[in-house]
């Protein structure tokens, strides 16, 4: 089992930053994946950004140039810098760690930190 802990949400006016963390602890592989995904009210989840633990990352398409996702392996901790942050940003925010064991993967999700950017 892997216990992932968030922080850092809250509420900001359009343009402002937020930055997030997510701490993971537990029965944890040395290939892994981190991320984070919003789920806005009335919408499915969907990805933001994820980081490998040799530090490949991966954006959607709209946070390119504002977010910035970053890990320290050491202390199995992802950050995602928000910056020019816009009320669509608003949602629930998950933090994401994937671990895979030779055929199998293994998922685990925080509880969410709420992100409201006002306009």
């Known amino acids: 089992q892997v216990q992932l802990v968030e922080s850092g949400g809250g509420l900001v006016q359009a343009g402002g930053s937020l930055r997030l963390s997510c701490a993971a602890s537990g029965n944890i592989f040395s290939i892994n994946t981190m991320g984070w995904y919003r789920q806005a009210a009335g919408k499915q989840r969907e990805l933001v950004a994820t980081?490998?633990?040799?530090?490949?990352?991966n954006y959607e398409d709209s946070v390119k140039g504002r977010f910035t996702i970053s890990r320290d392996n050491a202390r199995n901790t992802v950050y995602l810098q928000m910056n020019n942050l816009k009320p669509e940003n608003t949602g629930v925010y998950y933090c994401?760690?994937?671990?895979?064991?030779?055929?199998?993967?293994?998922?685990?999700w925080g509880q969410g930190t709420q992100v409201t950017v006002s306009s």
């Open positions: 994401n760690f994937r671990q895979r064991a030779i055929t199998t993967t293994y998922e685990y």
């Open positions: 980081i490998t633990r040799s530090g490949t990352t």
